[in-house]
């Protein structure tokens, strides 16, 4: 069983920037597949960007150029280094691992249904 902590979320004015922290820990050695999701309010949770084994990364079209996703892996810590912010990323941010890399590569950045989340840190772009 993998435990991911979300922390770094904040408020911010536009064209700032945040970067956004992940801890994973417990049994990750068969994870596959990191991923970093966001809900604005009233919207659905959509894939902002993802990392799977081999470190290979993708980012959503919507922040494409603006986002960044590493990893520390001695820590075991997901990054997500945003900037350029603007008012339509606000939302709560999460983090997902999943130890199939199927959801990550698919059309749609996604993580399967058996996919460990974390609790959520709060972005507010003003």
């Known amino acids: 069983h993998v435990q991911l902590v979300e922390s770094g979320g904040g408020t911010v004015q536009a064209g700032g920037s945040l970067r956004l922290s992940c801890e994973v820990t417990?049994?990750?050695?068969?994870?596959?597949?990191v991923a970093w999701f966001r809900q604005a309010p009233g919207k659905e949770r959509e894939g902002v960007g993802s990392?799977?084994?081999?470190?290979?990364?993708r980012h959503a079209a919507a922040v494409q150029g603006r986002f960044s996703l590493s990893k520390d892996k001695v820590k075991n810590i997901l990054y997500l280094q945003m900037s350029s912010l603007k008012p339509e990323d606000t939302g709560i941010y999460y983090c997902?691992?999943?130890?199939?890399?199927?959801?990550?590569?698919?059309?749609?950045?996604?993580?399967?249904?058996?996919?460990?989340w974390g609790q959520g840190t709060q972005v507010t772009v003003s």
């Open positions: 997902a691992a999943d130890r199939f890399e199927d959801y990550c590569d698919g059309p749609v950045i996604g993580v399967g249904p058996t996919a460990s």
């Open positions: 990392m799977v084994k081999n470190g290979r990364t």
């Open positions: 417990g049994f990750t050695y068969d994870t596959s597949c």
